[in-house]
């Protein structure tokens, strides 16, 4: 009852993501915590499910032509390193609980600030490799340290840079995530060992199916039926939400440190 209820939690947290482009693995390692599961293996099952959801919204963009390969290898060459390393970080319970809560925070602000999303003019000419591999490089190891993709915070930078067009942001985002949670889980595989996360991803493997069929409504509702600054808002408020239960949570995990 326990993993059905969990996967029922995990199915609607996909379909929130995946309708905005993003994977939810913020919010899966942040209910996971909820349900007590040990941090040491919370980030396994946060990115895995990642992968799943994130790499049907990256090849979606792939085939409508809303991914350049040239302007993404920057970020990809620097965050997939950087994203292995902060996967293999040992970080202490309440040191994850409380950049897990501080990173869910800002991503929910950013969610549902309008003014991050109003449409603009892209600039191709301010687009910078250096830049943009520093960004990838930074944005890949605090996603690999909390288990998460990292597009999240990848995209509204996008667009306060004027990066590119709106479709182009959301393209570029999703292979980072997916990018990104492919070499995070296996820095987190390389510091847990594959014995202990095959097991707990054989435990737990109703959640994998479930944020599939989350991921696949949820960038079909996102992409032609809801529009997605109502969709944004939603997932900000939920995220925010889990963010403060997380913050309850705090002092209990650092008495216990």
């Known amino acids: ?53 994130v790499a049907v919204g990256a090849n979606r963009f792939r085939q409508a032509g809303s991914l350049d390969w040239d ?14 390393i ?30 991050l999303w109003r449409d603009r003019a892209p600039r191709t000419a301010t687009t910078s490799v250096t830049a943009d591999a520093a960004c990838g490089a930074l944005l890949g190891l605090v996603a690999g340290v909390t288990g998460i993709g990292g597009g999240i915070y990848l995209s509204p930078v996008l667009h306060f840079r004027n990066w590119g067009s709106a479709r182009l942001i959301a393209g570029t985002s999703a292979a980072f995530i997916l990018v990104n949670s492919i070499s995070g889980l296996a820095g987190q595989i390389a510091k847990l060992g594959a014995g202990r996360s095959s097991q707990m991803l054989f435990d737990h493997w109703p959640l994998l199916p479930a944020v599939l069929a989350g991921g696949l409504i949820g960038s079909q509702l996102g992409s032609q039926i809801i529009p997605e600054r109502y969709l944004r808002t939603m997932t900000g408020l939920l995220i925010l939400y889990v963010a403060v239960r997380l913050g309850l949570r705090f002092p209990t995990d650092w008495a216990a440190r």
């Open 1 to 53: 009852m326990f993993v059905v209820l969990l996967g029922l939690a995990f199915f609607a947290t996909a379909l929130l993501y995946a309708s905005v482009g993003f994977g939810g693995g913020s919010t899966y390692n942040a209910l996971l915590l909820l349900a007590d599961l040990p941090v040491a293996v919370v980030p396994v099952l946060a990115l895995a499910c990642n992968i799943v959801v």
């Open 86 to 115: 902060g996967g293999f970080i040992h970080v202490p319970a309440w040191l994850f609980v409380a950049l897990l809560a501080l990173c869910l925070t800002l991503a929910g602000l950013l969610l549902i600030w309008p003014s």
């Open 71 to 84: 302007r993404f290898w920057p970020f990809a060459v620097a965050s997939i390193p950087a994203a292995w």
